[in-house]
């Protein structure tokens, strides 16, 4: 099968100012388009060819096919997940409920994700998924990992390579993550569980 470039849902200078429209074409045009272009041409004439997104993130061996599968599944959730104007800037519904169990509330959702994603050594993401049992849990991924890999359901991804992030804050870790809560479409990301 052809992997497919996912479709933004907004222009892109419109998560201004906490994405740029410089770094949303270098990282949706550039970084997503390579990553999309490797792996097609990388699952040519292997057992992958055949196999789905998810279905190559979760078996395939550490290696370039996983490495490039990883990435296209991570970047098509989290540009996915974006909305200029979110109807809703907390979680709602079963969403809302399920944090509220597990984390406490919404803001020790907030300081525990960001803390996870601000700590990653080196490049990476953090992910808030549900477990088989329906629990949420929040896990950080080196490189491009992604946490199907370990039977897990992506909800929410944030992404700590330098590339999502560098043009606008540079070194300024923290201060990207802290904005990115503003452009989260919660309905986006409760219609994944
Ligand atoms: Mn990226």
Same mark, same amino acid.
């Given at each position: 099968m052809t992997h497919e470039m996912p479709k933004l849902p907004y222009a892109s200078n419109a998560l201004e100012p906490v994405i740029?429209?410089?770094?949303?074409?270098?990282?949706?045009g550039k970084h997503l388009q390579t990553y999309v272009n490797n792996l097609n041409n990388m699952v040519k004439g292997t057992p992958y060819e055949t196999k789905g997104l998810e279905a190559i993130v979760a078996t395939a061996p550490d290696g370039a096919i996983y490495n490039n599968a990883g990435q296209v599944l991570n970047h098509t959730l989290y540009f996915l997940q974006f909305n200029p104007k979110p109807a809703s800037t907390v979680p709602t519904g079963k969403l809302a409920e399920l944090i509220?169990?597990?984390f406490g509330s919404?803001?020790?959702?907030k300081k525990a994700f960001t803390a996870?994603?601000?700590a990653l050594?080196?490049?990476g993401w953090a992910w808030l998924s549900v477990d088989? !049992? /329906?629990?949420?849990?929040?896990?950080k991924e080196a !490189? /491009?990992?992604n946490p199907v890999r370990a039977g897990l359901k992506p909800l929410l991804g944030f992404d700590v390579w330098e590339h999502?992030?560098?043009l606008d804050y540079q070194n300024r870790r923290a201060d990207h993550l802290a904005a990115l809560w503003n452009i989260i479409d919660w309905e986006v990301v409760g219609n994944r569980l």
């Open positions: 740029s429209q410089q770094t949303v074409e270098f990282h949706y509220n169990r597990d919404f803001e020790d959702f996870e994603a601000v050594f080196g490049s088989k !049992n /329906g629990k949420l849990v929040i896990t !490189n /491009g990992g999502a992030y560098y």
